[in-house]
């Protein structure tokens, strides 16, 4: 029985990482001030960060990280056919991320450049887990966003409705009253990136690199035509698109 007055029947959960910084699992564990009541929601079944239980009886599974070996391909295959639920957790796991900052060389380069003459099994792209398994929800972020996370799994614990804002950034930086970085000479991914993160980068006065994705019916043409306007640069303006691999369809589109 909840402080609510009903039962909810506890979700067994399970939290797995691939190729990433783990940054979005340590994001759950994070603020202590919600834990314990989240924590009461969850049957951790499988969580390093959180516990040294590796039961492999999960119904939702948390998959964090992007794909770039084959045997992560496998991993994930399995985790799929045991998972419920399967969600997409964090920028890496929903776009490929960062990581796939090596999709634009080749792959000998890269790890020439980084291991020397080290042997590295590596696929030549880093791949967002959809390219291989079947996502029933993805919470975006790098790092995820630990309110909009414990909110997804609360709805997922009590059968609700989930979903992501809709709208871009930019709406979120007019609350907070920011200066906007456009004005400052700057090329910003706000006016179409998903909010949901309270424009937490150009309240910083640092553009924002779309680490959400394509918010909902984004206007790409006009926001071509903006940085045109402002006499700045589309190269940029591409080099930012591809950052988080969150704007691919879009990349190198120019209006
Ligand atoms: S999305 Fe960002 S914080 Fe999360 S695992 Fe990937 S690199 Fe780390
Ligand atoms: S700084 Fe970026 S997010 Fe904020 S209003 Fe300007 S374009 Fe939008
Ligand atoms: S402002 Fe942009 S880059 Fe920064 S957290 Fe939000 S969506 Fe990600």
């Known amino acids: 029985m909840n402080h609510l007055g009903f039962d909810i029947e506890k979700l067994k959960i399970g939290s797995f990482d691939f190729t990433c910084c783990e940054g979005c699992q340590l994001q759950l564990a994070n603020k202590e001030s919600t834990l314990p009541e989240f ?3 969850l ?9 040294s239980e590796r039961l492999d009886d999960y119904d939702i599974a948390l998959v964090e990280g992007s794909i770039t070996r084959q045997d992560e391909v ?3 295959k399995a985790i799929r056919a045991q998972a419920k639920v399967l969600v997409a957790y964090g920028t890496c796991a929903c776009f490929g991320g ?6 634009k060389f080749p792959k000998e380069e890269c790890i020439r450049t980084v291991y020397g003459d080290k042997q590295i099994d590596t696929m030549q792209e880093s791949h967002k887990i959809s390219d291989f398994v079947t996502v029933d929800y993805s919470i975006p972020g790098c790092p995820v966003n630990k309110e909009e996370v414990e909110r997804i799994v609360v709805s997922i614990a009590t059968r609700s409705p989930i979903a992501l804002p809709k709208y871009p950034v930019c709406v979120e930086c007019k ?3 920011n200066t906007c970085l456009f004005d400052l000479g700057e090329v910003c991914l706000g006016p179409i990136s998903r909010a949901g993160c309270d424009a937490v980068c150009p309240s910083g006065k640092t553009v924002c ?4 994705g394509p918010a909902d019916g984004i206007n790409y043409d006009s ?3 903006l940085v045109k306007d402002k006499e700045l640069s589309t190269d940029e303006m591409n080099e930012k698109l591809a950052f988080y691999n969150g704007f691919t369809e879009y990349l190198n589109h120019e209006g």
């Not at 049957?43 to 516990?51: A, G, M, P, Q, T």
């Not at 960062?98 to 999709?103: G, P, R, T, V």
């Open 39 to 41: 924590l009461a929601l």
């Open 43 to 51: 049957d951790i079944r499988n969580f390093r960060e959180i516990s």
């Open 74 to 76: 496998e991993r994930l």
């Open 98 to 103: 960062m990581n796939a900052q090596k999709n």
């Open 175 to 177: 609350q907070r009253l």
């Open 209 to 212: 690199l779309g680490c959400r």
């Open 223 to 225: 926001f071509v035509q």
